[in-house]
């Protein structure tokens, strides 16, 4: 028994490390109904650019300061150079100027920083923490702490503020946002700005688990069936979907991966996606579209 | 990093996506040998191709400065980027097969397993022989049914068993390895599977419990297949990892309590690369290589002192010197620069093609004095190819990671069962070869090809 809860709480706690990539995506998705395909390379860009940063000599509270604001600069760049020539096209257009914009981040963060693999030591010890029979890891605990505070600021963030208000209501209704003049450009940018943020701390927690390096954005990978069953629209969805994708990843190698050969986490969390595709399209916490017939 | 420093990388950038090549010599000149190099130095591999490719290149610039060529065959070579994917690697050896201004490809690196597997028979048709080090199709070794593959060095097979060989000086001998639970976590790919049928060919023969556990590509969250290995609770590890893989294993190791000292990672969860990013809890960690790590090596300070003291190397990183990537590649070329004079020794001293170089390489002998007159000893390991071998020499270092470098902690070069080994390679070659309608050609109908 004590195995089987040793590997769900780890699995739930790799889910959390999942979920703070899917948030960026909620954000966005949320403001403008645009999945941003580029969301895995600002993890990179993030990443890349704070160690590069502390390996200069920059204190790390700095550090993460110019990145916050290299991250918004980006943020604020993409709304003038992307966004806001495509404003009215379909929502195809503007996923595919995503899709590009990925491969610039990507290539233009490696190219202007380097292709290394660096070490990005957070100072949070990756060892083993006894909680009554089972172990769980120190670092996985900092990870759900930080993405609990994340997800706790970003609440009052869209609660509190005049832009989270603002962000809400073009969500909910964006012509009837911008006739009561809601300014759609520089809420898309304040958001992209809010994703950047998500990306660094994504960035620093993946970078310290995995070395800072090109496949950061493959985690993005594992984040689409994490938004799929929670919901595009929802960061409490973005949560529960990446405990759900993290712990039945976990449970399913174990489980199943003897009985199927290994390698069931490769198509796992797609499969349950593809299930709550059918089931409840809109996921656990997303909004369901009402359409007048 | 200056700013003219980084208006060179611009304007070279802006030439590589225009032209997709980067050469380095001007056209025209037939009496040079020509070198295509399939580069990676963007893309998610870009960390390891950048040292490998800097340690060929920079040992080239040595046998043109230093040496004047071979023989007084002068290398140029241009770059195709490849971004290490199968489908860009084989465009890059569609576009260099020809040659280049009358001089024809002697060889081809391809630089990866898979594409490699792709080559295969274009190979064979284009008669240019892929040099495969440390990775590549096992049977392949048998020449006589892959007449241009050379899975040089050190294959997937001859790396488990130097493994197991390596843990069973560790226990105190093969016997002791009875009982033993060994548990290989694998990246779940082709490459990934290669070592399975040695493994369990290796556990039948020595009475050692055969554990396998795969980590789906890319390998960057193994919570699972750890909590397995601490139910499982093996007495070692053998990892083949790629990428992000190793790191993420390490640490994960880390976190779950295995000892990381008795994990050994096989050749390409080796480098500096692979270990670097666990931080601390790397140390102790061990790999087994052909490449091992070193800036001693008599090679090493004539490059260093030729080329990069002079501002000509292609390492931009000079950390990286020394590194096993960059040794690596130093080895690589070393090879390929000795199968090219091994030829001209039976060709004549000019430009070698594809088919004298498969005779080059098939007569390649790197024995201890060759190795010593060249400076590599201690980082080649001696090598005897033929038609019946395209490894020959199948054994490897062990080094273990001391927090800030590796040392190696094996007793020399850590050799496999080759005489178990080859009669199951050559089974399957055989199988191959039946399944391709091949007829495998002898030492003599090799012999009468080249004439």
């Known amino acids: 028994m004590s195995f089987f809860l040793e590997t769900l709480v780890g699995g739930v706690l790799a889910g959390v490390m999942y979920a703070l990539v899917a948030i960026g995506f909620v954000l966005i998705y949320k403001a403008s109904g645009v999945f941003n395909f580029a969301q895995g390379s600002m993890v990179l860009c993030a990443a890349l650019t704070f160690v590069t940063l502390t390996e200069k000599?920059?204190?790390?509270?700095?550090?993460?300061?110019?990145?916050?604001?290299?991250?918004?600069?980006?943020?604020?760049?993409?709304?003038?150079?992307?966004?806001?020539?495509?404003?009215?096209?379909?929502?195809?257009?503007?996923?595919?100027?995503?899709?590009?914009?990925?491969?610039?981040?990507?290539?233009?963060?490696?190219?202007?920083?380097?292709?290394r693999v660096h070490e990005l030591d957070l100072g949070i010890a990756d060892l083993p923490v006894a909680l009554g029979p089972i172990q769980v890891s120190s670092f996985d605990l900092v990870a759900a702490a930080s993405a609990g505070a994340l997800v706790l600021g970003l609440a009052l963030f869209f609660e509190r503020t005049r832009v989270g208000k603002s962000l809400r209501a073009v969500a909910d209704d964006p012509q009837a946002a911008l006739s009561v003049g809601i300014r759609l450009p520089a809420l898309w940018a304040a958001v992209w700005a809010v994703?950047?943020?998500?990306?660094?701390?994504?960035?620093?927690?993946?970078?310290?688990?995995?070395?800072?390096?090109?496949?950061?954005?493959?985690?993005?990978?594992?984040?689409?069936?994490?938004?799929?069953?929670?919901?595009?629209?929802?960061?409490?969805?973005?949560?529960?979907?990446?405990?759900?994708?993290?712990?039945?990843d976990a449970l399913a190698e174990i489980y199943l991966g003897p009985l199927l050969g290994g390698s069931v986490s490769t198509w796992f969390a797609y499969g349950l996606a593809v299930a709550f595709l059918l089931v409840r399209p809109a996921g656990l916490f997303g909004e369901r579209p009402i359409e007048r017939v | 990093m200056t700013r003219l420093a980084r208006t060179m990388r611009i304007v070279a950038l802006a030439a590589l996506l225009g032209t997709g090549t980067v050469a380095t010599a001007p056209a025209g000149d037939a009496a040079r040998q020509y070198f295509p190099l399939p580069t990676f130095r963007v893309g998610a591999y870009a960390s390891s191709g950048i040292p490998v490719w800097a340690g060929t290149i920079d040992y080239l610039r040595y046998i043109n400065e230093v040496e004047g060529g071979i023989n007084g065959v002068k290398l140029f070579w241009d770059e195709c980027e490849t971004e290490w994917a199968v489908e860009k690697g084989v465009e890059c050896y569609e576009r260099v097969k020809g040659g280049r201004d009358g001089s024809p490809v002697p060889l081809f690196l391809p630089h990866g397993d898979p594409v490699s597997k792709a080559l295969t028979e274009k190979s064979v048709a284009d008669k240019i022989p892929l040099v495969t080090t440390g990775y590549g199709r096992t049977e392949a070794i048998d020449g006589r049914v892959f007449p241009y593959s050379f899975t040089v060095l050190f294959s997937f097979w001859s790396e488990a068993s130097s493994a197991i060989n390596y843990i069973a000086e560790q226990v105190g001998g093969k016997d002791r390895l009875k009982g033993l639970k060994i548990?290989?976590?694998?990246?779940?790919?082709p490459y990934g599977k290669e070592t399975q049928i040695p493994l369990d060919l290796l556990a039948k023969t020595y009475g050692f419990e055969n554990i396998q556990?795969?980590?789906?590509?890319?390998?960057?969250?193994?919570?699972?297949?750890?909590?397995?290995?601490?139910?499982?609770?093996?007495?070692?590890?053998?990892?083949?990892?790629?990428?992000?893989?190793?790191?993420?294993?390490?640490?994960?190791?880390?976190?779950?309590?295995?000892?990381?000292?008795?994990?050994?990672?096989?050749?390409?969860?080796?480098?500096?690369?692979?270990?670097?990013?666990?931080?601390?809890?790397?140390?102790?960690?061990?790999?087994?290589?052909?490449?091992?790590?070193?800036?001693?090596?008599?090679?090493?300070?004539?490059?260093?002192?030729?080329?990069?003291?002079?501002?000509?190397?292609?390492?931009?990183?000079?950390?990286?010197?020394?590194?096993?990537?960059?040794?690596?590649?130093?080895?690589?070329?070393?090879?390929?620069?000795?199968?090219i004079r091994t030829a001209q020794g039976r060709f004549g001293r000019k430009p070698i093609d594809g088919a004298q170089g498969q005779w080059g390489l098939e007569h390649l002998v790197l024995d201890e004095?060759?190795?010593?007159?060249?400076?590599?000893?201690?980082?080649?390991?001696?090598?005897?190819?033929?038609?019946?071998?395209?490894?020959?020499?199948?054994?490897?270092?062990v080094l273990q990671w001391d927090g800030t470098q590796w040392a190696a902690v094996s007793h020399g070069w850590v050799k496999s069962d080759r005489d178990l080994l080859l009669p199951r390679i050559y089974e399957r070659a055989a199988a191959y070869a039946r399944e391709k309608g091949i007829t495998p050609r002898g030492e003599e109908t090799a012999e009468a090809i080249a004439r």
């Open chain 2, 213 to 339: 556990i795969a980590v789906p590509h890319p390998g960057n969250d193994q919570s699972a297949q750890w909590a397995r290995i601490r139910q499982i609770k093996p007495d070692w590890v053998f990892l083949r990892g790629w990428g992000v893989m190793t790191p993420v294993a390490i640490k994960t190791a880390a976190k779950t309590g295995f000892p990381v000292d008795h994990i050994i990672g096989g050749i390409w969860s080796g480098s500096e690369e692979d270990v670097r990013p666990a931080g601390s809890v790397g140390k102790g960690y061990r790999a087994i290589t052909p490449f091992p790590a070193g800036q001693d090596f008599e090679i090493l300070k004539k490059i260093k002192a030729a080329i990069v003291d002079k501002g000509l190397s292609d390492l931009k990183d000079p950390k990286s010197f020394g590194s096993v990537y960059y040794n690596s590649g130093v080895i690589e070329a070393i090879i390929a620069v000795e199968a």
């Open chain 1, 57 to 115: 000599g920059l204190p790390f509270w700095l550090a993460g300061l110019v990145t916050l604001a290299i991250m918004v600069t980006l943020a604020v760049a993409v709304e003038r150079v992307v966004l806001r020539p495509l404003v009215n096209r379909s929502q195809v257009t503007l996923f595919m100027a995503t899709l590009g914009l990925s491969y610039i981040i990507e290539g233009g963060s490696q190219f202007l920083m380097d292709a």
């Open chain 2, 183 to 189: 548990a290989t976590v694998y990246h779940d790919s």
């Open chain 2, 369 to 397: 004095p060759r190795l010593k007159a060249l400076g590599a000893e201690g980082l080649v390991q001696p090598l005897r190819l033929s038609v019946k071998d395209h490894e020959g020499g199948g054994a490897g270092k």
């Open chain 1, 195 to 248: 994703a950047g943020f998500v990306a660094l701390v994504a960035g620093l927690l993946w970078g310290a688990r995995q070395g800072v390096q090109f496949s950061l954005t493959f985690v993005v990978l594992k984040a689409l069936p994490v938004l799929i069953i929670g919901g595009f629209t929802s960061i409490t969805g973005a949560i529960a979907g990446g405990l759900i994708v993290g712990a039945g």
